[in-house]
């Protein structure tokens, strides 16, 4: 029976592809640090749960499809008081997670053939997005030595064709942890507008940036605010990915009222996921925030600095999110961490990374490149360094 292209062509993701190894390595006694998953390993806010068990709910009802009153009045609140955003209840459409929203904005957006613009190394999974909708990326290059900023505004507006229908920033950025800067949101805005495109900003790591830098949001300026789509997501906000809680969030009247016609076939989000998200929106504040960004924040310090002392090996500070591009001394990246797993370990420890080729466009892209996340505690940090360091003394050996 027929499998259709779209499906077909999807491609694996970078950080699955290495799951058969990492299993023979764990069954055959070796300890596996996970450097490779953009998992928070922080708790849930008890909140969310305490929500759930008092909300009293006797009938899981199909919810509103644009999501939960309280949850979108919740998610205004926190726009104005976190970030200085107009955003009412109105301009907030819920998903199941950033993944839907994006899901749900690409297929308002683009019709079979058209082109979205964006800067790679970017997060995969969006490729699979591109194939489900068979949208074809343009992406223009940010080096690793320029932190992954973006490149002179005339390299991004040589990429736009007539075909161009959006461009798609992450920031925070995911895999680079480049948190782009006012100047930088602006260029994109103005070539938007100029250009009569979308901006869809993924921010779902809006809160994750350090060295008291603030990411500020796509949606801060009025002048592009019939342009901007943003993608939000409970996920790494509040450590509540198995929430699946995310939104979509636009100024733009006419896109609101087409994509919600997405929302309204899906029927509704997870009722209960809404209500302990709505506790999380009205209880938590900055100092929960402050909290675990400092904790990600020394983390990042931990690995920024441990890296740069392993020979060979180049990275560029991440300023926000918790992942970092690293690259190897090594001939292929890919080659590197299936060795790692499959016949390395160091006092019976050895580290799973994410080959960065996946994140690139661009054919043999990324081929010396990891993506590391650190997305666990400090010291297992500190030990996976010494395994890498070993690692790659080694392999270079052979
Ligand atoms: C850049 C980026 N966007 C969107 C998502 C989707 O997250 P979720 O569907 O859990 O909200 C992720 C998840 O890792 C991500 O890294």
Redesign the pocket.
């Known amino acids: 029976m027929n499998i259709s292209k779209r499906a077909s062509n999807i491609k694996v993701s970078p950080v699955r592809k290495l799951i058969p190894y990492q299993e023979e390595a764990i069954k055959r006694g070796k300890k596996v640090y996970h450097l490779n998953i953009?998992q928070p390993d922080l708790p849930t806010p008890p909140e969310f749960t305490e929500f759930i068990v008092n909300s009293g709910e006797k009938t899981l009802s199909y919810a509103h499809s644009k999501g939960n009153l309280g949850l979108r009045l919740a998610m205004s609140k926190f726009y104005k008081e976190n970030f200085d955003l107009d955003f009412n209840e109105e301009e907030i459409l819920i998903t199941a997670?950033?993944?839907?929203a994006?899901l749900f904005v690409l297929t308002t957006i683009f019709d079979v053939d058209d082109e979205i613009l964006l800067s790679e190394p970017y997060?995969a999974?969006y490729n699979s997005f591109f194939e489900m909708l068979q949208i074809k990326v343009n992406a223009f290059s940010a080096k690793s030595e320029d932190g992954f900023h973006l490149p002179p505004k005339e390299e991004i507006i040589a990429k736009i064709t007539p075909k161009t229908k959006a461009i798609l920033l992450?920031h925070p950025g995911?895999p680079t942890g480049t948190v782009y800067t006012e100047e930088e949101l602006k260029i994109i805005g103005d070539i938007a507008k100029e250009y009569n495109l979308y901006v869809i900003s993924?921010e779902?790591?809006r809160l994750l940036s350090y060295d008291n830098k603030i990411a500020t949001s796509m949606g801060s300026f009025p002048e592009y605010r019939e342009n901007t789509i943003i993608?939000e997501?409970i996920?790494k906000t509040y450590s509540a990915?198995g929430a699946?809680i995310?939104a979509i969030v636009s100024k733009n009247k006419e896109f609101i009222s087409q994509v919600y016609k997405l929302c309204q076939a899906r029927l509704s989000v997870s009722t209960l996921d809404m209500i302990g998200a709505e506790g999380l929106y009205n209880t938590l504040k900055k100092d929960y925030f402050d909290g675990n960004r400092a904790i990600y924040e020394k983390r990042r310090d931990v690995i920024y600095e441990g890296l740069l002392k392993i020979d060979g090996v180049k990275v560029t500070k991440p300023e926000g999110a918790f992942y970092v591009m690293v690259t190897l001394p090594v001939d292929d990246s890919e080659k590197f961490a299936i060795w790692m797993l499959e016949y390395f370990d160091y006092e019976g420890e050895t580290v799973m990374l994410t080959p960065a080729q996946g994140f690139y466009k661009t054919p043999d892209a990324g081929k010396q490149q990891v993506r590391i996340s650190y997305c666990i505690e400090e010291e297992k940090i500190r030990k996976s360094l010494k395994i890498l360091e070993e690692g790659l003394k080694k392999y270079n050996s052979k």
């Open positions: 953009g997670g950033g993944s839907e994006l997060y999974n992450t995911n993924d779902v790591y993608i997501s996920s990915c699946r995310g």
